[in-house]
């Protein structure tokens, strides 16, 4: 079946611009991840979805991060007023159930700020 | 920083020699599991062990808990130029689900 998948794989934006990096996660999967990983680094958590509500925001770096999921299931990171520290690679994963669970990634997407 | 450490940070090793990547952490845990990326983009799971297990194995794969020490190991025997990539533990702890991701330790098998 179809995995995780990220749209768009790669963005390049200028400072200031807002962006929208877009997550389909599996199909039934009720947990949702969104994680940032700069380079040679390792992930930093950023928030989750148990279904439609985020229990765990506390990963977003500002308030110019925000994300929402719909109808449970694609989510929607979104970042305003970008800055360069914000270059990374956003890594979307979803679980079958809350708890702890095998996540599956998708690809990411590379965010470029310049 | 909330981040385990995982250790070596880099590893470069034969084939067909075995490669141990070594993971600490600080809080206790629900599980540990792990990670498997490569070209640095979507991560493949490996592994999942759970607090109250001390061994698992997956094919060519060994991993290990010891919560006394609060740390984990992988051991990937007879290794392949293919298991070239960078490897992570990542763990919840108890009561929450936010999954807390090492390092990493890139490993390097050369043919």
């Known amino acids: 079946g179809a995995g995780v998948s990220q749209s768009p794989s790669n963005k390049v934006t200028e400072k200031g611009k807002d962006v929208e990096l877009r997550c389909d996660p599996i199909s039934g999967h009720t947990a949702l991840y969104w994680y940032r990983q700069s380079l040679g680094q390792g992930l930093e958590f950023l928030i989750y979805?148990?279904?439609?509500?985020?229990?765990?925001k506390s990963g977003l770096p500002s308030d110019r991060f925000s994300a929402e999921r719909t109808g449970g299931s694609v989510s929607t990171l979104t970042i305003q007023r970008t800055q360069q520290e914000d270059s990374a690679v956003y890594l979307c994963?979803?679980?079958?159930?809350?708890?702890?669970?095998?996540?599956?990634f998708g690809p990411g997407t590379r965010l470029t700020v310049l | 920083s909330q981040q385990g450490e995982e250790d070596p940070q880099a590893l470069s090793i034969q084939e067909g020699e075995n490669a141990t990547m070594n993971c600490s952490y600080k809080?206790?845990?629900?599980?540990l599991q792990w990670y498997r990326q490569n070209s640095g983009r979507g991560l493949v799971h490996l592994i999942l062990i759970r607090s109250n297990e001390r061994e698992k194995h997956s094919g060519r794969l060994r991993v290990t808990l010891d919560t006394s020490k609060k740390s984990s190991s992988l051991l990937i025997t007879a290794s392949r130029a293919a298991d070239t990539a960078s490897y992570f533990c990542a763990r919840t702890s108890i009561g929450t689900y936010k999954y807390i991701f090492g390092t990493g330790t890139r490993l390097k098998v050369l043919a």
């Open positions: 809080t206790s845990i629900n599980n």
């Open positions: 979805f148990q279904g439609n509500s985020a229990p765990d």
């Open positions: 994963a979803s679980s079958p159930r809350q708890g702890p669970d095998t996540q599956y």
